[in-house]
Structure formats: structure tokens, C-alpha cells
């Protein structure tokens, strides 16, 4: 048997040698082999209990290991081993018999996969499958318990160490079976012969279906039926001696197995997985002459044209690298037109403002994100304006939320230029103006009142920092401990029916986490119909709003657009005397 697998296992490898030397030769495609490795179950079609068919649930464990080789697109060969016990038991008042025996088997196939009627591209692939095989097997008995006693069988379902009709079987004893398949069935009588062959050829025929992981595992689900041409694998055939048959005899067909099993397969094939266009930009060396195209334009007016500039809105007169982007000296990325410290010493841990991080200020952020203390609390002003603030105290508070809370009337609030956001605490303030004096405040607060506003208190900047109020509401309504002064204002007061021109940023349906945000000094939110509208800047003269935008722009919000909010509400550019060509947004005019 050792000497037929050997020669099974060289004309594989040979057939395999010679089927790659072909593919090669041809220079077609090269159908690499593919090794598996299975388990299943062994179902046994023999002389005992005479099945017609059997059950898998009584089945014993086998294993299987195999090569295929395909041969075209739609046929393989199969070369498979195979290995496992099949064990029957048989227990009636007729007869009792059982045996168990190790089948081995080698064995060439061809596997049929219908490419013919499939997709190129699967997933799944069915296959059939028949060929010719050799097997071993070597059957053996229980017929002695561990004592060497033979088993007798009683017809109360006992078994004793006498014969039911022994002169001594009221004095036996109940022994039991070890299950210990000790005798050679081939040498214990069973049959005439006692030198038949303990292997055989088959006939393997089969069904299954391949299941493509990916391009080299593949998992296989199969059921194979293996005709035997021999009748003694369960050792019992018509020759058997009616003293161990009985009166029920031996069938006389061939003896039949099956193979239930899955297994998990490797392909040897080469699988590319580098990037399809990697090897089209090695092995092309000729440069490309942009300029040949005949775009040679350049918006941002830095000397690289647009079709090859990284940054093409690079602010004029700022010095560029080759691909057009502000030079950055030290590297920490941070241009040097806004870097305040051009050459730092560690720019790998410079801030967002490209100055070398100090142990100290290491320390106070670390101190900033730990503190309990309040020590390093601070109120969060956003100046809507656009205008740097000055030192004024006094300023007149149009509306007081809970901090992440959006006012209802945001539109009303927005048409106010100077109007500006501060939290504090958990609050958010909304307040406008900004006052030296007392009076100044007061006059805005009872002109707000006026035109709906609700609240208007004057509040104050105290030595902390925060605002407090000074006059509430009702005491202005009352004109009480406030004198209605006609100074003039330290800033120019605005009317809701004056147009104020705003930069819209973008509008979002969760806030976004870029840090380019959070680097807008004059940024605010507005919370509205389930959006967050970034916007930035108050103007009221539209070519100011226009310059603003074109640097919103330059800075990266490449979305930016002017709004306009006039009488609590926004309006179009239009109906407030902007035409389409001074609204371009690449003019910005």
C-alpha cells in the first residue's frame, strides 16, 4: 500500500511539473495548485443491519488531505488521502455482530466545475467530482471480554459467561462488553478464506461547492459516496459461516462507504496586491510640460501656475516654495507670515502660532486642563463686529442663555453690528455697544427697548472679569437712577433697519472639529432649523464684507459667502442694492 501511495504522490508531483511547464511555455494564464486540509463523518453500507441507507448522526470522524491541479478554467485534478474508523454494531435475537476497522484511501480525481454556465467573478462554485481510488482496511471483532471469556448472548438481552443452554446456566454470571475490537476477523473463522485481500479498489463519485474567501483561501463543503469493489471491509459476505450469521444472511453486494466533509484550501497563485498604476510611474521617466497645455494661469499671482500650485491662494507678496505655498522656515508648520517666531528652536512642539513651547508653558496648560481651583477661569468674549474693542466698562445685554442654548430671535440679534457673545460661567450673554460712561450705556439700552428688544440691562466689567448687571430693565423703563444723557456715544449706535453685512463660513448639521475655527478670532455660531452656521465679521458697507470674505477665502474657508440681515431679518444681497457682479465671490467687490 506504502509503495502505491509513493507512486500516486510522484506522478503527482510529476503531472503537476509538467502542467506549470506548459502554462509557461504557452505563456497563458498559470493555474497554480491548491492544497487542503478537511474533517467529516464516515457512513458505513455493509452486511450488518443490512442498511439501505445510513445515518450520519451514527457516523465516525475522518480526515482528508488533497491537491488539486486545474487543468483548464472548468477542470481540476484531484489527488486525495483519506483516513478514518468506521464502526457498525449489530444486536438482535437473530444475531450479534459488530466490527471495526481504519479505512485508508488514495485517490485521483476530476472535478468538473460548470465555468461554463457561471460568472467569472463568484463567490460560490459547485462541483462534481468521480475518479479512481485504492483503500485499506483491516476488520476486527469484539467477540471476548477483558477476561478472555467469550460473549453468549441470551435472549433476555444479558450477556453470560455460558450458553443460554449450557446444563450450568442457572449458575451464570452477567459479564460485559469491553468494546475492545481484539480479534482479527480474518482469522477467526468467519469465513471459508482466512487470506483475502484486506484492500481493494473504489470508485469515488461526488457533490460539493467551493466558497471563495478570497484570493487564496477558499472553503469547500463536500459528500463524497466511495463504491468498494470487495465485500469483506465488515468482514461478513455470503461465504460467512451460518453459525456466526444465523438465520439472517449475509446481502451480496459490495460494501459501501460515504464521506461527509469540509475543508479549508490554500492557492498557490501570485496575487499582485501593489498599487495596478505603480509600476506605470517607474517606468515612465519623461517630464510633464504643464506649460504645454496652455494654462498658465495664476490666481494668486506668486509665479506657480494654477495647475501645479499646492496652495493657490497664497496672500500676495508673501514669499512661496517651488509648489507655491508660504514658506515655512522652521519647518513647524506654521508660514512664515504668521509665524511669530520664524526660526524656533524646537519646532516640532511649536503652537498654533509657531512659538517653541517653554516648560512653563507646558506647565499652566497642564495647570489650565487641571484646575478646580477657578484659579485659571476666564469669561469667553466674541466680538462680532469685526472691530478691535477698546477698554469702555459699560455695555447693554439684549440677551442672557443657558451656555449651548440658540436664541430664538437670532435673526434679530444679528442685525445689530455691534453686537458681541460672552460666556460666562454657564451662561452666554448677548450684549452691544461698548461705553466709557454710564449715560452712553443707558441711552442705547432705552433706544433698544424701543425698537422690541427685551431684556436691555446695562452691565458692567468688573475686576474679574465678568459682567454683572448695573441697571435692569424696569429701572430704565421707570427713567429712575439714570441720567439720559445726550454725550455722544464712544461707538457709533446701530438701528435694526441699517443693513449689516456678515461672512458665512459654512453651514453644518453637527458642529465641526477643525481646528481652522477655532483660529477665526471674530467667529460666531448661530444655532438654527437643526444647522450651526459659522459666521464671521459685522460691516455696513458691503466691499468691506466683500475684502473680508476674499481673506476668509485666502485662509481656506474656500465656501465663504456674504449675507446680509436688515430689520431683524436676512435678506437677499439683491434687495438691498448689491448686484450679481459686485457679489461675485472671486471679485469680492
Known amino acids: ?30 493555474y497554480a495548485p491548491t492544497i487542503g486540509l478537511g474533517i467529516g463523518t464516515i457512513g458505513f453500507y455493509g452486511d450488518l443491519n443490512d442498511k439501505n441507507y445510513g445515518s450520519p448522526l451514527n457516523s465516525n470522524i475522518g480526515y482528508s488531505l488533497y491537491l488539486i491541479q486545474p487543468v483548464t478554467d472548468f477542470l481540476n485534478v484531484r489527488f486525495s488521502f483519506m483516513t478514518g474508523k468506521v464502526r457498525e454494531e449489530e444486536r438482535s435475537l437473530a444475531r450479534n455482530l459488530n466490527f471495526e476497522t481504519q479505512i485508508t484511501s488514495g485517490s485521483i ?20 467530482t468521480t475518479g479512481f481510488e485504492v483503500l485499506e482496511f483491516n476488520p476486527k471483532s469484539d467477540l471476548l471480554s477483558a477476561d478472555g471469556e467469550p460473549y453468549n448472548y441470551w435472549t433476555d438481552g444479558t450477556i453470560r459467561d455460558v450458553p443460554e443452554s449450557s446444563v450450568n446456566a442457572d449458575q451464570s454470571t452477567i459479564i460485559y462488553r469491553d468494546y475492545s475490537y481484539e480479534s482479527d476477523i480474518r482469522t477467526s473463522g468467519f469465513n471459508n478464506s482466512n487470506s483475502y485481500a484486506e484492500r481493494s479498489f473504489a470508485i469515488p463519485v461526488g457533490i460539493g461547492v467551493t466558497m471563495h474567501l478570497n484570493d487564496q ?33 449475509a446481502n451480496d453486494n459490495d460494501d459501501k462507504y460515504y464521506y461527509n466533509g469540509i475543508s479549508l484550501s490554500y492557492n498557490f497563485q501570485n496575487v499582485d496586491r501593489a498599487d ?43 514669499a512661496v516654495d517651488s509648489v507655491g505655498c508660504p514658506v515655512d522656515t522652521d519647518g513647524d508648520g506654521i508660514p512664515d507670515y ?52 477698546g477698554q469702555n466698562l459699560y455695555r447693554v445685554k439684549v440677551g442672557e442663555y443657558n451656555k449651548g442654548e440658540a436664541p430664538k430671535d437670532m435673526s434679530l440679534l444679528l442685525s445689530l453690528s ?30 433698544l427697548r424701543v425698537q422690541g428688544f427685551d431684556p436691555t440691562d446695562v452691565v458692567k466689567r468688573n475686576s474679574r472679569g465678568n459682567y454683572e448687571t448695573v441697571i435692569a430693565s424696569k429701572r430704565l423703563e421707570s427713567g429712575s437712577d439714570v441720567s439720559n444723557s445726550n454725550e455722544n ?18 453651514a453644518f448639521k453637527a458642529k465641526p472639529t477643525d481646528s481652522k475655527y477655532q483660529r477665526v478670532s471674530n467667529l460666531f455660531i448661530v444655532e438654527a432649523n437643526g444647522y450651526y452656521r459659522y459666521m464671521s465679521g459685522s460691516f455696513t458697507n458691503f466691499n ?46
Open 1 to 30: 500500500m506504502k509503495a502505491l501511495f509513493s507512486i500516486i504522490l510522484l506522478f503527482s508531483f510529476s503531472f503537476l511539473s509538467f502542467a506549470q511547464k506548459e502554462n509557461n511555455e504557452a505563456n497563458s494564464k498559470a
Open 109 to 128: 480525481l476530476a472535478e468538473y466545475n460548470f465555468s461554463h454556465f457561471l460568472p467569472a467573478k463568484r463567490k460560490i462554485t459547485p462541483f462534481v
Open 217 to 249: 483561501f477558499d472553503f469547500r463543503v463536500e459528500s463524497v459516496f466511495h463504491f468498494a469493489f470487495t465485500d469483506y471491509i465488515d468482514g461478513i459476505s455470503p461465504s460467512t459461516s451460518s453459525e456466526i450469521l444465523g438465520d439472517k444472511k
Open 276 to 318: 495596478p498604476f505603480e509600476k506605470t510611474r517607474e517606468q515612465s521617466t519623461e517630464k510633464i510640460d504643464f506649460l504645454a497645455y496652455g494654462n498658465t494661469e495664476d490666481f494668486d499671482g506668486d509665479g506657480i501656475i494654477d495647475l501645479i500650485d499646492d496652495c493657490p491662494g497664497s496672500p500676495k507678496d508673501v
Open 338 to 389: 504668521k509665524d511669530e517666531e520664524i526660526n524656533s528652536k524646537y519646532p516640532e512642539f511649536a503652537n498654533d502660532k509657531g512659538v517653541s513651547l517653554t516648560d512653563e508653558m507646558i506647565y499652566e496648560s497642564y495647570m489650565r486642563y487641571k484646575d478646580s481651583t477657578l484659579e485659571f477661569a476666564e469669561t469667553i468674549e466674541r466680538d462680532f463686529t469685526g472691530k478691535r474693542k
Open 418 to 447: 455691534d453686537l458681541s457673545k460672552v460666556d460666562q460661567g454657564d451662561k452666554t450673554l448677548y450684549t452691544v455697544g461698548n461705553y466709557k460712561t454710564l449715560p452712553e450705556a443707558s441711552n442705547r439700552a432705552t433706544e
Open 489 to 506: 456715544n464712544s461707538t457709533e449706535n446701530q438701528n435694526i433697519d441699517q443693513v449689516v453685512f456678515r461672512v458665512q463660513l459654512g
Open 544 to 589: 468691506d464684507a466683500a475684502k473680508h470674505k476674499v481673506r476668509m477665502i485666502v485662509d481656506g474657508f474656500k465656501g465663504a459667502f456674504v449675507v446680509a440681515y436688515k430689520n431683524g431679518k436676512r435678506v437677499s444681497l439683491k434687495s438691498v442694492g448689491v448686484d450679481s457682479i459686485s457679489s461675485d465671490p472671486i471679485i469680492g467687490k
